[in-house]
């Protein structure tokens, strides 16, 4: 007499003692089976396979995670405001190459916004409950302790960009200031004497990375150093409003501006229409990032590439490498950048 529906869930589907009576074993060596336990004989496993597969069973996704002692899901980590979340493309595009991996590797991605110590704790907390495998951190300020935090509860992470040159904890960074210099010495090579650069929030290392590129072009070609030419940003377009209102009224003389974002250089594009100066024949411009934006600008704006969505995916990858191997080695990779010339400069 065949098993017909005897142990059968309430929807109908095969379940886990169906399969263990069909195969002749232990509802725990089928467990062990599909979460693909080496304690189980090769002889074992081909009937237990055989099984599920006569009978075409689908483990129940959470069920598996528990025995696996997995989560399945990891935590995308952004201390910003959803504002500067949905307002900045770099976002979205680091998503976008995330997202790819972790679908590729059935993992849920949960996004987690961080405004307080009080939420960063809140999470760490969270993290430490085993309710994710791993965690990305994105646009970390200063000397954020979340990466501490989560070293100390035996959490996996890896994070985009660096909080110092002496970073310890796994991360995927560009070459920030190679970008920058890139940027200042193509515009001095097409003959601009007077450059600016309208800089990101300097509790980021990036953007001080950023700003020490744009030092080292200057050198380079023996040009002064001079804080005039100077706006401190923080990657918004209304700071590269505000920035480039404020580097014309001490230097009207200036002929060329390198922004430490696309949409900072967005917001001084407009700061420059409204005062009568044309782009590039007045002023040339360069942004860094090369997302949809300098694309889209007219003139269409030269700028600095960091490959985004390569990080994205370079930052899981290294995640479920350490997720799946312990103790593999950190990631510490840092990417190449490229100057994207338009016709802004």
């Known amino acids: 007499m065949g098993l017909g529906r005897r142990g059968a869930g309430r929807n109908g589907r095969p379940t886990l003692e169906q399969v263990a009576a069909r195969a002749g074993v232990g509802r725990g060596t ?15 496993r081909t009937v237990v396979q055989q099984a599920i597969a006569d009978l075409g069973y689908v483990p129940h996704r959470a069920a598996r995670a528990l025995a696996a002692n997995r989560a399945d899901a990891i935590a995308l980590v952004v201390p910003e405001t959803e504002g500067r979340l949905f307002n900045d493309p770099y976002f979205s595009v680091i ?16 996004l987690t916004l961080i405004r307080s110590p009080k939420e960063r704790q809140r999470f760490a907390e969270y993290a430490a409950g085993n309710r994710v495998d791993g965690v990305l951190l994105v646009s970390l300020h200063g000397e954020d302790p979340l990466p ?11 994070m985009n960009g660096r909080r110092s040159a002496a970073e310890s904890f796994p991360h995927v960074d560009v070459d920030n200031v190679g970008g920058a210099q890139l940027a200042v010495e193509h515009l001095i090579g097409r003959g601009r004497q007077t450059v600016a650069t309208i800089t990101g929030p300097l509790d980021m290392y990036g953007a001080r990375s ?4 744009y030092r080292e072009g200057l050198r380079a070609a023996g040009r002064p150093d001079d804080e005039d030419l100077v706006h401190y940003g923080d990657y918004s377009e209304e700071s590269g409003y505000e920035g480039m209102r404020g580097l014309l009224r001490r230097r009207p003389d200036l002929d060329a501006v390198f922004c430490a974002s696309d949409l900072m250089a967005a917001g001084a594009r407009q700061a420059l229409r409204e005062a009568g100066r044309s782009v590039p024949d007045d002023v040339a411009l360069v942004g860094f990032d090369d997302s949809a934006i300098a694309r889209h600008m007219d003139p269409p704006l030269t ?7 390569e990080m994205g995916r370079a930052m899981a990858l290294a995640l479920l490498a350490e997720i799946n191997d312990p103790g593999s080695g950190p990631a510490r990779q840092v990417l190449p950048t490229e100057l994207m010339r338009r016709a802004s400069s």
């Open 30 to 44: 089928v467990s062990r089976v599909i979460n693909g336990s080496p304690r189980v004989s090769d002889r074992t």
């Open 95 to 110: 998503i976008r190459g995330i997202s790819a991996v972790l679908a590729d590797a059935d993992m849920q991605l949960l």
């Open 148 to 158: 501490e935090q989560l070293t100390e509860y035996g959490i996996p992470g890896v």
């Open 210 to 213: 950023r700003l020490d590129g």
């Open 303 to 309: 700028s600095v590439r960091q490959p985004i969505e």
